[in-house]
């Protein structure tokens, strides 16, 4: 096990890339603040299963990012819990695409809200305590279009882009005091984000792949146990593609 | 996923087994449970030892394959061995090379052609053998060893870091060839660490280095074994054509 005795916070764990994380944390043998938007009986019950059947504890927190305050008081339970934290994955995002010319300011200040502002907030925060015990790794859920462009994505690309810049930044600020930050940009994956773009759009996106297909949440929570295991030690201020080699 | 031996089942072929780098993967792939052969230029009895004890110790079969990268009779027989044994190739590491430190204006022909021979032409050849073999399985990993100079240009490294951009052009190119057949090809690009290819830089020079590192170390063999091991696994299904730099944040 890859991440065994280890204590990890995951954004985003209602569905998607931050429930997989969750799952593959738990089976690795890391103890999980699962973070989530709303309080839902369904992962309530999920997280004691899967506590249950790994041997690890699960917390359910419950905060929305768009809403500092509710941020300020998640974090606050995270560490009233005084552990240790090694591991924090920002999984947490949305997109809502509109092309360059349609979008409004409104939806641009929202997108960036959450997908860069609270990223940065909450990260502020538990590394802090990070850099108290000297080590951690913090894992960024970038994506290639914050690194590419994607067209109808201006709002979007640009904040992962936001967050890519962010955390080569505070890799330099972090890691000489043992905390490593690293990203993932993933690819095309089988996501509710990915549900309703059309078949024709998808099959352009395969032409231009290696790996002709959309990828697993599995494949992108994979990446993120890599980074935040030990296996990763040497490696900080890194943007990890997990795109099935895009062109 | 069981992921204590997160190799379990493979066998890979790691050339460069004698020292640094490479001694650290052929441990590393050991404890997770692959097959290696693992390729050297010169088998010695200490080496043989080495295998026989890592067998031993973690019930997996480490194979020495002797031969040298740039003699291309040899570099046929080994791959014969390879394709007459009971194990079939899952991975390759492309991870044998030397260094070379000299100013641009300074660099003799002699030394630009033995980079290039050395880094660059001995595995993609040795790669084109073994990818044959892959594309009957329809399926791979194959991670090629470069470095950040390759990526970085740094003074004194234009033959080296050439050498090594053309190794890394190659992988990337070759993961779209055969993305569709089921194997992968990546790239990982070490900075500066703990072999004795460092043993031509000064002690300034390598303090230097590290200070420029977010981590503010050297990297030991085993960081980049770690990764190679990433990259053989399973667990990253879904990456290819892509370069991994174990650098400690340059």
């Given amino acids: ?7 990890a916070v995951v954004t985003g764990c209602l569905k998607g890339i931050g429930k997989k994380t969750l799952e593959t944390f738990a089976e690795q043998g890391a103890n999980v603040w699962a973070c989530a938007q709303y309080a839902d009986t369904d992962f309530e019950k999920y997280c004691v299963n899967l506590s249950e059947r790994t041997g690890t504890w699960i917390k359910p927190v419950y905060f929305d990012l768009t809403d500092t305050d509710a941020i300020k008081a998640g974090v606050k339970t995270i560490s009233s819990d005084k552990l240790p934290i090694d591991a924090l994955v920002n999984v947490a995002g949305f997109t809502k695409d509109a092309i360059f010319h349609m979008t409004s300011m409104e939806q641009l200040k ?12 909450i990260t502020q925060y538990i590394t802090k305590l990070m850099l108290r015990q000297k080590k951690g790794s913090v894992i960024n859920i970038a994506s290639i279009s914050g690194l590419d ?5 201006l709002a979007y690309s640009s904040s992962k882009a936001a967050l890519i810049g962010a955390t080569r930044t505070m890799s330099r600020e972090l890691a000489p005091h043992g905390v490593r930050v690293n990203a993932v940009a993933p690819g095309v994956i089988d996501t509710d984000m990915n549900a309703y773009v059309p078949e024709n759009v998808l099959a352009g996106h395969y032409n231009n792949m290696s790996i002709q297909r959309m990828g697993c949440s599995g494949e992108v929570a994979n990446a993120i146990l890599f980074l935040a295991s030990d296996m990763s030690c040497y490696m900080t201020g890194q943007i990890i593609r997990v795109d099935g080699g895009m062109k | 996923m069981n992921t204590k031996n997160i190799l379990d089942g493979k066998s890979a072929i790691i050339t460069g087994c004698a020292r640094g780098i490479g001694s650290a993967m052929l441990e590393k792939f050991a404890v997770h449970g692959a097959n290696v052969w693992a390729c050297v230029r010169k088998l010695t009895p200490e080496f043989a030892e080495r295998c ?21 009779e040899e570099m046929k027989k080994a791959v014969q061995l390879v394709m007459k044994s009971e194990h079939k190739v899952n991975v390759l590491v492309n991870n044998a090379g030397i260094t070379y430190n000299a100013l641009y204006q300074l660099t003799p022909e002699a030394a630009l052609r033995e980079q290039m021979e050395i880094n660059f032409i001995a595995p993609f050849l040795f790669t084109q053998n073994i990818v044959k073999l892959m594309l009957r399985y329809g399926s791979g990993s194959v991670i090629n060893v470069a470095s950040t100079a390759a990526i970085d240009a740094n003074s004194g490294r234009s033959a080296y870091g050439a050498s090594k951009a053309a190794l890394s052009c190659a992988t990337r190119a070759l993961s779209r060839e055969v ?9 990982i690009a070490p900075g500066i660490t703990e072999t004795d290819m460092i043993t031509s830089m000064t002690d300034a020079v390598i303090a230097e280095t590290v200070a420029g590192t977010d981590l503010r170390r050297i990297g030991s063999p085993s960081d980049i074994a770690d990764v190679a091991v990433y990259l053989a696994s399973d667990l990253s299904s879904y990456i290819t054509g892509q370069v991994f730099r174990v650098d400690g944040g340059m």
């Avoid at chain 1, 096990?1 to 204590?7: A, I, P, Q, S």
């Avoid at chain 1, 462009?149 to 994505?153: E, I, K, L, P, V």
């Avoid at chain 2, 993305?179 to 790239?187: D, F, K, L, S």
């Fill in chain 1, 1 to 7: 096990m890859l991440l065994r005795g280890k204590n």
């Fill in chain 1, 110 to 121: 929202l997108i960036f809200e959450v997908n860069y502002f609270s990223q940065i907030l």
């Fill in chain 1, 149 to 153: 462009g994607s067209h109808g994505q």
């Fill in chain 2, 52 to 72: 026989n004890e890592l067998s031993d110790r973690y019930s997996v079969q480490i194979i020495p394959l002797c031969f040298d990268m740039t003699n291309k």
């Fill in chain 2, 179 to 187: 993305g569709m057949q089921g194997i992968r090809a990546n790239v």
